[in-house]
């Protein structure tokens, strides 16, 4: 699929999202799942900036039926989208709200023993409602910790009416496979499922898959590796790349004499070179931080930023192309096959979760199912 540029989006950047890569990324880690094992997605944050709509629907042709959401209004929204989807939020119920996920069809994840006692109310009303019940045993986010679950196991009746779909806990470190976090939560995690009659369980997000069949019990939340981010340490990326960001070179400046470069001068062009403005900056979610640090590419020919990035710009040194490979108009690789997602969060010294979910909306976007 091409991008046709109309009227005033000349300068501006294009953001390519290839729902096909999702799919497959989808079905490779639902590949390696243990018997009995599903893969659930992740779709919060506007399925991590990519298009809630559009990315859901993707993943519901491919086969998934289990999504999950941060908080209510997200749950409502993806609801509207899919009809029949098992749709679980992470947040839970706050007061008085129970009837709000009822009539959308939402399931809470209890983190409280406040949460657990009054959808368990709430569900005994109602003839019996699902719930996920969730345990901190690493995280000291949310959850309950293991003597509320110790309280809960010799108290079932707090549970009333609910019908328990699974027990899930978070990994903390399982991008790091050696970290020994890993092995003590999981071990943590048994003996909490154990105390309450080891119902059905889910313990790993898109990095646990690859922790082993242990991790994978029930149901794994996939994330981060749908969207085409890598989910191992050290080894090269499983997973299809997703994004592509291109941008045009929006004026080419020749410098013949020593020169600065950007605000505070943070850069300086010594002698002969050629200075590149591209129309993409912080408020596009090209992070400050890659402010002589970061590069892109321009006809596969890396190009390092120059300067500080600012909210709307940036400027890389393209003195190194042949003058007749570079004009006002060529397209800058700022994500894509030669600079992954990842490689640019490395670079920026962050994660690709926030590189990708901070991806403005300034951008055109061009949704494509083939990469092209």
Known sequence: MSHKRQGNDLSRAV???NLGAIADNFRNLSSRLAPDCQAGAVVKANAYGLGFEEVSKTLAKAGCGHFFVADLKEGIALRKILKKADIFVFNGPERNSESVFDEHSLTPVLNTLGQIESWGAYASDRGGLGGV???DTGMSRTGLDIAHV????DDVKKLGGMDLKFLMSHLACADEPSHPLNARQLDEFSRARSLLGAPPASLANSSGIFLGPEYHFNLVRTGGALYGMNPTSNTSSPMDSVVKLEAPILQLRDVDSPMTVGYGASSRVEGL???ATVAVGYADGYLRSLSNKGSAFVNGVRVPVVGRVSMDYITLDVS???????RPGSVVELIGPYHSIDALAEEAGTLAYEILTGLGTRHTRVYCSDGT
């Open 15 to 17: 953001l390519t999202i």
């Open 133 to 135: 019940i969730h345990i």
């Open 150 to 153: 110790e309280q809960l196991a």
């Open 273 to 275: 070179g050629r200075i």
């Open 320 to 326: 190194k192309i042949p003058e007749d490979k570079v």
